[in-house]
């Protein structure tokens, strides 16, 4: 499988606008179909959930971008994220539920955010820096099973801090604070979990679009030797790689528990591969496409679940992740960061 | 490091001419060799079992009980080292296919399925039945490149548990299919008590699954040197140039795929009248990485390096680990004696896998061609046009 070199397959940058309009446009359809099909109160949930994957899979899409490895770590460190926010809402911040004040929730939330996303960014480059980069050189297959190998070991780090059940995570925004949305009535959570995804996507769109960094994320992604020699230093580049995208998972994880209200040890392996699923989907190394691949596997997990098929939802979305792979291992939307399939 | 070096070739010198006498013999014979090393173990470990230290451990049965489950384990691991360590495609989902053997069994000898079909044909309905499923998976598949095809065989491997769930009408759900026939074979029956497969007695499942493993090995060893082996190697190697080599890839690939699968399969109808319960949640994940675990750690590509990596790891999973919890609960440590060390097997194996991959990515007992393979590396990172600082420049030997 060959790949066509990046000068053949590059084009000029009206084609690529249109690309995202295109992308829109889907995603808007998706979105009016599952409408009619589950309803307004579904689609709201799917959107939150999508979301969570969307986040998750950014960090996913990214890695394979540049270094093409998939990240089996990211899930966990996902995880890892939910657990530290738990730790630092309970334990530190001595907080057990929801939070009326406004003033009081932003600090708190800010808090959590912060230090929750600082520490998994923080795990992200350590997993890179110990566990990936000695193995640059190796045959692809030595990464791969490092990176198996370092999931173990974040789960059973959990497992042996918080124990094999699933530990309460306060819900800092009240889930029963609803507010009435075209014919749903959607909690304030929801719409938190929705824009925040948003505001962070599109900061990192602007981050990988607009900056120095995110230029030489994008040409890593092309062709890491010619970055290299036009002065890319490429371990900082992937080190800010693996930082981003692990922030975004940690987001993902503090969000995870505050809509959930709860965290467990193994949660991060299948969330992390249904959000693998999603960057497949989206076209693995095209941000854009792993956020809308995040919602679509988000809509077809609500979809299965209200239609009564929710114990079939993982093997759907794993049927999805093969079909897409044999019939469309380019995906959805196709490759925009890495032209390497 | 270069003193080292030299220490090193100066031990292989002084061990050389009884390793070349028996390797010569190896080479000229190759399936009586198999068949003598098999017997030799085979012996050698129940009366090991028998002495001190071991012997302290558990009892003599439970050791014996302990060999025949490592077997299971061990014929997971040449049959995943065929599909990783041969042909190196990356297959995830491997306990799919010791589901696919166990369910085969479990339909043909059990109270659930109304059947009761003598166990050696169900031997060979089982690695059949994995088989199958091996080329209907790999021939759509195996087109895919090398970490696409793990998350391929992956995602199969989640989905196989989770019909197996489901699907209760055919499958019992959760609870599996309980009372499966324990094997009976034919003459057997008329020997006494001793020779009869029950809980209480393991030698016959001991000494079958010897019998197993001794006909699977051979078959793994002559295959690894057999025209298809050199294929698979090659494949392994770079791709492009087997193709353009006159390697049939596709073939090859699906080859490897089904072999494997079908061990698998071996593998699965014997835990199954072993057990005699067969259920969704013994084809997890873990299993698949354990067997990975196994053989990274024993040195993909080598069939007695992976045999013993299967063996051991199994053994200190089934012996060692539950000894350690039952020591330290009754001596009272504080901390220790809480901790249950069993459940703590996937994080040794986690850090075995990452340390193993790091230090010495060729395993404890590596094939020759595969160290080469996996150094190479690392020896042409130092003249690359581009040097990365990081990279390790032949630090490791």
Known sequence: MAAPSAALTARPTPVRISRNVRMGILAML??????ALIGPQQVANALTLGAIYALIALGYTMVYGIIELINFAHGDVFMIGAFVAMFLTTNVLGIHGSINDPIRLTVTLVIVFAVTMTATSILGVAI????????RHAPRLAPLITAIGVSFILQNVALFLFGPASVNTPQLINPGLHLDLLGASVAYVNIFIFVLAIVLMFALNLFVG????????????????ASQLMGVDLNQTIAVTFLIGSALAGAAGVIQGIYLGSAKWDFGFNGGLK?????????????????????IIGFLEVAAASKGYGRWSEAIVFSVLIAVLIFRPAGLFGQQIGERA | MNAGVGARNARQRRGGD?????????????????IVAMAVIAAVLPVLAAVPPFSLFQPHNAWVDGFANAGTYVLLAVGLNIVV?????????????????????AYGASPFSHNDLPFLPLLLVGAAVAATFGVILGAPTLRLRGDYLAIVTFGFGEIVPIVFLNAEQYTNGTNGIGGVYQPTIPLLDRLPDSFQFSFTNPWPFYVLMIFILTIVMIFAYRLQDSRLGRAWMAIREDELAAASSGVNTVTTKLLAFALGASTAGLAGVFNAAKLTVVSPDQFLFAVSFTVLAMIV???????????????????IQQTLLKQLDIVFHQLGIPILKDVNFLSYQFLLYGVALVLMMLLRPEGLFPSGRRRRE?????????????VDPAAPTGGLV
């Open chain 2, 85 to 105: 360590g041969l042909a190196g495609l990356l297959d995830l989902g491997y306990a799919a296919f010791f589901a696919f053997g166990a369910y085969a069994y």
């Open chain 1, 128 to 135: 890179e820096r110990l566990a990936y980069r000695p193995l």
């Open chain 2, 297 to 315: 750690l024993g040195g993909m590509g080598n069939i007695w390096g992976v045999a013993v990596g299967a063996f051991v790891i199994s053994t």
């Open chain 2, 18 to 34: 009884v390793r070349d006498t028996i390797r010569e013999f190896a080479e000229q014979h190759r399936s009586t060799s198999i």
């Open chain 2, 374 to 386: 996996l150094h190479s590396a690392e020896d042409s990172a130092g003249e690359a046009l581009v």
């Open chain 1, 275 to 295: 959000a693998f699923t999603a960057a497949v989907l989206g076209g693995i190394g095209n941000t854009t496409g792993a956020a809308l691949g995040g919602f």
């Open chain 1, 210 to 225: 607009r900056t120095r960094l995110g230029r030489a994320m994008r040409s890593t992604a092309q062709d890491p030797q």
């Open chain 1, 30 to 35: 998706w979105v009016v179909a599952f409408y």
